[in-house]
Nanobody, 122 residues
Framework: AAQVVESGGGSVQAGGSLRLSCIAY????????MAWFRQAPGKEREFVSA???????TEEDFAKGRFTISKDNTRHILYLQMNDLKPEDTAMYYCAAGGYCYDSGGFSFGHWGEGTQVTVLS
């Protein structure tokens, strides 16, 4: 059964916005950090942003000022509000749960969704 499920991707013109959502189901240990990663075609997976249960946020430089991560701890839903999108933001976006927020490589995260595609048109 699916444990972590993303939604909210799509195609948008440059400068537009999207909000991604990620639901962590009951059997996922979301007590720890939840995070967003992305992977563009031909590139390695990269860290986007993460939030711990205290609300402390870590984020990559490209996300600062444009992307906002938030979490509903009661319902185990993670969000990523993305504004002023650029063509270079085009990627598959993945939600990860159960890891450590300092782990920008993602290796500590035990639960991953299948991803939601974000395409930004120039």
């Amino acid at each position: 059964a699916a444990q972590v499920v993303e939604s909210g991707g799509g195609s948008v013109q440059a400068g537009g916005s999207l909000r991604l959502s990620c639901i962590a189901y009951d059997n996922v240990d979301s007590r720890y950090c939840m995070a967003w990663f992305r992977q563009a075609p031909g590139k390695e997976r990269e860290f986007v942003s993460a939030i711990d249960t205290d609300g402390e946020i870590t984020e990559e430089d490209f996300a600062k000022g444009r992307f906002t991560i938030s979490k509903d701890n009661t319902r185990h839903i993670l969000y990523l509000q993305m504004n002023d999108l650029k063509p270079e933001d085009t990627a598959m976006y993945y939600c990860a749960a159960g890891g450590y927020c300092y782990d920008s490589g993602g290796f500590s995260f035990g639960h991953w969704g299948e991803g939601t595609q974000v395409t930004v048109l120039s």
